[in-house]
């Protein structure tokens, strides 16, 4: 009963120890975790912290930060550029785009418009003062030379369109 009072045997290892005493590894591999790796990174901890790391430490800071006073990452978990997501609404420029295109677009479609009604005016007077100046010609042609037999009813009914008020001899079409 000597063997459970012995002092090595009561004293807990940690997990980890343990684990490391109790794994199999290969012994023809080469594993990135050897003693050389480990103690370097041991040694760059201890160096940054500047205690020895057998006992409890403060300073968990320090080491996040690598001795600097703070980084791009001083806040653990966030950024210091803002991340380039899209957002789920459009942006200025796109509202500002958009809303020239659609001005643009309603200016284009009303001058159009303005166009086809200056028009439409513009040959309605051309047409009635070509009308008014024919009958003028043609009344006083037959005036001029009674035995010409020109029937101005006939003939200024089918120059005037369906659409017009006629002419000064002829009354509106219907």
């Keep these: 009963m000597q063997y459970w009072g012995d002092e090595e045997v009561q004293a807990k290892e940690s997990d980890g120890a343990l684990f490391v005493k109790t794994r199999k590894r290969k012994e023809d591999r080469e ?40 980084g791009p990452t001083w806040l653990i978990g966030r950024c210091a550029k803002p991340d380039k997501r899209s957002t789920s609404g459009p942006t200025n420029s796109q509202i500002t785009n958009l809303t020239t295109k659609i001005r643009q677009e309603v200016v284009n479609e009303m001058e159009e418009k303005l166009k086809q009604k200056v028009q439409e005016e513009v040959d309605e007077k051309v ?48």
Aim: glycine share 10%; hydrophobic share 30%; aromatic share 4%.
């Design 31 to 70: 594993y990135k975790t050897d003693g050389k790796v480990t103690k370097f990174m041991i040694e760059n901890i201890e160096k940054i912290l500047g205690t020895d790391l057998s006992g409890p430490s403060e300073g968990v800071d320090e080491l996040l930060l690598q001795g600097k006073s703070h």
């Design 127 to 174: 047409n009635k003062k070509v009308r008014e100046n024919l009958t003028w010609v043609l009344t006083k042609l037959g005036e001029a030379n009674p035995s010409i037999s020109i029937n101005l009813g006939e003939l200024c009914a089918t120059i005037s369109s369906d659409n017009d008020n006629g002419t000064p001899i002829t009354d509106a079409t219907s």
